[in-house]
T-cell receptor, first 112, second 116 residues
Framework: SQQGEEDPQALSIQEGENATMNCSYKTSINNLQWYRQNSGRGLVHLILIRSNEREKHSGRLRVTLDTSKKSSSLLITASRAADTASYFCATKGTGGSYIPTFGRGTSLIVHP | ETGVTQTPRHLVMGMTNKKSLKCEQHLGHNAMYWYKQSAKKPLELMFVYSLEERVENNSVPSRFSPECPNSSHLFLHLHTLQPEDSALYLC???????????????FGNGTRLTVT
């Protein structure tokens, strides 16, 4: 069953601005992953954060995890037109299904 | 450039046809996955293979039949599909046993399937 749910569904910003996407989930997790999908392509893994971590950075990406609120956020700083894509979170539960489950994604458009 | 290759990229088939989707991974991974992506719906997990053994079958109709002859290849055989089966079918692989869930999934670029 679906775990992560991204918010907002769509986000439109200007180049140079920051973009923030959120992910909420329902049950305890082992880790949470963020993926990106360009139109007509497969998903590409961006970053994994474990349940005992609170923040992680990778280049212009910053991911936070709040297990008490069952939520995560992905921040893209100084966005570029090339960041235009859909972004998905995937969660792996601590029990039951061990396969990452994905949400519907956030569609990000960065205007040049 | 992805280490997971899917063919064909596009496929149009009638409801009475039989076709197969192919996936090949060049990453030495142990697990392979089929996902279905329909517009405005979450990615749906269909099948998971670990070391060529099916470990997950997510209540998928029997008109979809997976085959994993070795750890590098995965097929999805299709027959008597319905128009609502039109979607992007994505193959993925991961290094470790799906039960560990620590290694990320590597996706192919998908097959865009249209059922007429």
């Amino acid at each position: 069953s679906q775990q992560g749910e991204e918010d907002p569904q769509a986000l439109s910003i200007q180049e140079g601005e920051n973009a923030t996407m959120n992910c909420s989930y329902k049950t305890s997790i082992n880790n949470l992953q963020w993926y990106r999908q360009n139109s007509g392509r497969g998903l590409v893994h961006l970053i994994l954060i474990r349940s005992n971590e609170r923040e992680k950075h990778s280049g212009r990406l910053r991911v936070t995890l709040d297990t008490s609120k069952k939520s995560s956020s992905l921040l893209i700083t100084a966005s570029r037109a090339a960041d235009t894509a859909s972004y998905f979170c995937a969660t792996k539960g601590t029990g039951g299904s061990y396969i990452p489950t994905f949400g519907r994604g956030t569609s990000l458009i960065v205007h040049p | 450039e992805t280490g997971v290759t899917q063919t064909p990229r596009h496929l149009v088939m009638g409801m009475t046809n039989k076709k197969s989707l192919k996936c090949e991974q060049h990453l030495g991974h142990n697990a392979m996955y089929w996902y279905k992506q329909s517009a405005k719906k979450p990615l749906e997990l269909m099948f998971v293979y670990s070391l060529e053994e099916r470990v997950e079958n997510n209540s998928v109709p029997s008109r979809f039949s997976p085959e994993c002859p070795n750890s590098s290849h995965l097929f999805l055989h299709l027959h008597t599909l319905q128009p609502e089966d039109s979607a992007l079918y994505l193959c993925a692989s991961s290094q470790d046993n799906p039960g560990l869930g620590y290694s990320p999934l590597h996706f192919g670029n998908g097959t865009r399937l249209t059922v007429t």
